[in-house]
DNA sequence: TTTATTTAATTTGACGTTCGAATTTAAAAT
DNA sequence: ATTTTAAATTCGAACGTCAAATTAAATAAA
């Protein structure tokens, strides 16, 4: 039990390696703590089972030393290609990426229902994946593993979606079935977790052991890392930022009850409050009336800059209470959608500045990260990614007894 | 640097000792993973060490079976002595206890004076802790580590106090200072941490890996245990749940703010309210006139049950929120004010279930834990047990080579 | 061109640690 | 007394890490 030392050192300096890009092996002795020794026979390891590459010394140096020349080592792209899948209300997406995250493909496909019997949503995922592999001229074998988010409850540890509102079963074990099906290990996690694991491991929270990423969609998500680990409460149904409340008996929110930060800030918030008197084309798509509520706004309409103003100021509470309970370093606010603008103006953030406890340290940095459409897909792609490597070590450990 | 690996048997060991209490080897060694044959030559140091003891196996067995009989292991209380010191507004309380957590002596002191001097701190404290071992028929040489909690902004790895209420001076150096003033350890920390250290070890987060502690005594203080470890965010003030706000443009808080819990919750937050049409004492200690509050409500005062049903409601709210963004599996509201127990009735524990974000798994457990008035002083002592063995563990790694 | 110098990476050998298997110990049962 | 049973210990093999010595690969100097 405790002979698992050596796959620490493994973990360390492939993580390590991921995270600082290339670098020599001395680096990574000194950055890791480990000798020169081990960091050599380690990577020897690492090399030999095509997971990390050497860079050939670049011929001339720009900054002339003398001595051996160091070898960066980097992670081997084309060591796996693994596949991220994000399963949305009414639509799929997937993301094709190599073990270095570097993205080979996108793909979006409309879904004619929301709701899908296990045997439905196998057919469906293993059509779509066809799709997918086939339009970045690859075919399912070239993939090594696959990721999955979904909404809902999902036990990660057994792989089992306790319940979700894409699958019409309770208890459906998703993670096994469809790991069956593709003859690739498969990894699923609630879709709540899944940009915090992008922004970690190919975003901005690459070199920070502890931060926060909000999302704002429909709803308003969050996901949680601390000590260089995705912090999954007890249920694995995600953090559920988007129902803490910020007034007491406040307005009405989708979840039945009132006060939730997200009856404020969603669109459908938005959009119910700006029916009052204005003209909408209510579509179920809120697109347009999104943008029309930014357009009047803009425009000096009273009630449409009232409407997003008191938005503002409650997503500036319900990150301030964020920051007074966590004491950040860094809070990542990942968006898709630039309507949402408004709520990372500068003066929200510079509103939270107030509302948070006064102490004389630094404020935690909050940055804004916008993403392309696939942000979700690329979350489970690293999944994919982060789970194939550690079963590939955990393949090096056996193969060297 | 990975040459940890004996400093963490014997740490896992040690810990599993403390937390289950006397069990035989064979069972740490099932319990751990560690093998038998480890566990014997760990378990040995630390006998040796004086860290832990033998239970002399018990004359008649009382479930009678054959092979050699099974020798208890328990933390070995007469090892050390240790004092915990909280620091309060006006008064310092001291406990003493040994290695095992056990209780032996408690003190109790109010002091003339809010703010110290880095000094008069120093004087004061001395002089307390004489106080305080002598009256447990002790001196100072008897204890083998202090702990100390006080309010502020405390930077625990360097052991510097950067800010506290209690201290004209900032960046004082508190650790050290002290500690070689005593001529033993001294570990420090934020008093919000305190009552989670003692929950985590001798209370009721003792076989609990992830939980949170919720204090009530002016303000309203939190302290997060993640993973077995507490969690400190960045900056050293202790999560400012007593902050988080509860109510746009709500109350107003101490702090400034409004809309913090804390305005509502806290008895200055009470008394105010109650202040309009009320005969009150007005004094600086409000034990009296809180009791005179809940008094008036229980005999069906109108405005006393307003109050304190509002204050409820609002505790209910921070706490659900607390709920949805941890997912936690426990939940330790840790008093010791019986004023405060309308907050913990289990009408309010029953409305939280309600607020929280409903899914089908298990609500988080909610318990009340009362405990005595130095309730934090005991969370200091901790401190120390836990310094104390941990640099005891050093000393071994450094006496084996 | 050859040799010296410098720095990265590898190899070597010693030491520490863990663990399975064999052994010893301490009790009850025969 | 002897056997049986189960806990604890001892022993030796295997593995891992690391400091020191060595090798490798470059530039600088002669």
Redesign the pocket.
């Known amino acids: ?3 698992e ?2 796959n ?2 493994r973990r360390t300096l492939l993580s390590q390696i991921r995270k600082v890009g290339p670098l ?3 680096e990574l002795s000194e950055q890791t ?6 960091v ?5 390891e690492l090399l030999e089972r095509g997971l990390i590459e050497e860079i050939p ?1 670049e011929p001339k ?1 720009k900054d ?8 960066d080592l980097k992670i081997c792209g084309a060591a796996f290609n693994v596949a991220g899948i994000k399963l949305a209300n009414r639509s799929i997406s997937i993301v094709i990426c190599d073990f270095e995250g570097e993205t080979l493909s996108e793909y979006w496909s409309a879904l004619d229902r929301t709701t899908y019997a296990p045997e439905d949503l196998l057919a469906m995922l293993m059509a779509e994946l066809e799709q997918a592999t086939a339009r970045a001229d690859m075919s399912l074998n070239d993939i090594s593993a696959f990721g999955l988010g979904l909404a809902g409850m999902v036990d990660v540890v057994e792989g089992v979606v306790r319940w979700s509102p894409s699958i019409t079963e309770r208890n459906f074990k998703l993670r096994d079935v469809l790991s069956q099906r593709l003859g690739k290990p498969v990894f699923i996690d609630n879709d709540a977790n899944l940009v915090a694991k992008a922004e970690q491991y190919i975003g901005m929270g690459k070199n920070v052991s502890d931060f926060l990423v909000v999302t704002i969609e429909n709803g308003v998500g969050m996901g949680i890392v601390l000590n260089n680990e995705l912090y999954r409460g007890t249920r694995g149904c995600g953090a559920e930022f988007g129902h803490t409340k910020v007034h007491l008996d406040g307005a009405l929110c989708r979840c039945g009850q009132r006060g939730c930060l997200e009856a404020y800030v969603a669109d459908y918030a938005l959009l119910r409050e700006m029916a009052v008197g204005t003209q909408l084309t209510g579509n179920r798509d809120t697109t347009a009336d999104m943008a029309a509520l930014i357009e009047a706004a803009r425009a000096g309409d009273k009630t449409a800059n009232s409407v997003l103003d008191r938005a503002a100021r409650m997503f500036a509470i319900g990150l301030a209470n964020l920051v007074n309970i966590f004491d950040p370093k860094l809070i990542i606010l990942s968006g898709e959608r630039m309507q949402l603008d408004f709520l990372f103006a500068d003066e929200v953030l510079e509103s939270i500045r107030d509302i948070v406890v006064q102490v004389d340290a630094a404020p935690p940095e909050i940055v804004v990260h916008k993403w392309g459409d696939l942000m979700w897909a690329t979350g489970a792609a690293v999944y994919a990614i982060e789970g194939l490597g550690e079963l590939t070590l955990q393949e090096l450990a056996g193969h ?2």
């Open positions: 039990m405790l002979g030392q050596r620490l050192g020599p092996r001395i703590g480990i000798s020169r020794a081990t050599t026979t380690i990577t020897a010394v140096g002339l030393k003398r001595g051996r020349p160091k070898v060297v007894a």
